[in-house]
């Protein structure tokens, strides 16, 4: 089953994440989303099996937004075989509702990757199954961008100790995010 979340769900929704180096949303920054109007319930979306929750998805939008515009925190739990089989039922499900209420656009899925030479197998196999269940639910344009600013995973510490503050920006969307050639408007100075 596939549903948007609500209060009653927030223990199980809050106890399920991933120990990928991959951001996720924690606890605190959930809730510091929700009173800011970042991230909210409706746009927030679980998978079960019977009564457990299996996956989960948290789409954000800027402050007074009516949709989301990306998908910020993607995680199946990690003993479920096919995790992106998972992830793109879940992403289709919560697609298909907010076209249904209005929404224009369909919301990119943004993960930020640790940089650490340290995490490279694990953070390849995290983009992995991420990459098929983008585009499996239709997100099939990816772009990568490095990046230096603090970030979720970079303020992150892992057992070893702090992670590293280099992290990568994948979008996965639905449309072409590379413009082939710049365009000189008119007026524009050399």
């Given at each position: ?18 120990h990928?180096?991959?951001s ?5 920054e959930?809730?510091r ?12 979306w679980?998978?079960?099996v ?21 998908l ?14 998972w992830?793109a ?5 919560a ?9 224009l ?5 943004v ?5 650490d ?13 991420r ?6 639910a ?14 979720a995973?970079?303020e ?14 994948h ?8 413009v082939p050639?710049?365009r ?7």
């Amino acid at each position: 089953m596939f549903t948007s979340s609500h209060r009653a769900l927030d223990s199980a929704l809050l106890h399920l994440h991933g120990h990928e180096p991959v951001s996720w949303i924690d606890p605190q920054e959930f809730g510091r989303g929700l009173a800011a109007g970042t991230l909210r319930r409706e746009w927030t979306w679980l998978a079960f099996v019977d009564t457990t929750p299996v996956a989960r998805g948290v789409w954000w939008g800027p402050v007074g937004s009516v949709h989301p515009v990306a998908l910020r925190c993607l995680v199946v739990d990690e003993t479920l075989p096919h995790p992106e089989v998972w992830a793109a039922a879940l992403i289709r499900s919560a697609h298909r509702a907010f076209a249904e209420a209005g929404a224009l656009l369909v919301p990119d899925l943004v993960v930020e990757a640790s940089a650490d030479p340290a995490d490279a197998s694990a953070v390849a196999a995290a983009l992995a199954w991420r990459r098929l269940a983008a585009a499996d639910a239709g997100l099939p344009a990816e772009q990568v961008l490095e990046s230096v600013a603090p970030s979720a995973v970079a303020e992150r510490a892992t057992d070893a100790g702090p992670a590293s503050e280099r992290v990568t920006r994948h979008t996965f969307s639905s449309r072409s995010l590379t413009v082939p050639h710049p365009r000189v408007l008119a007026g524009a100075g050399r």
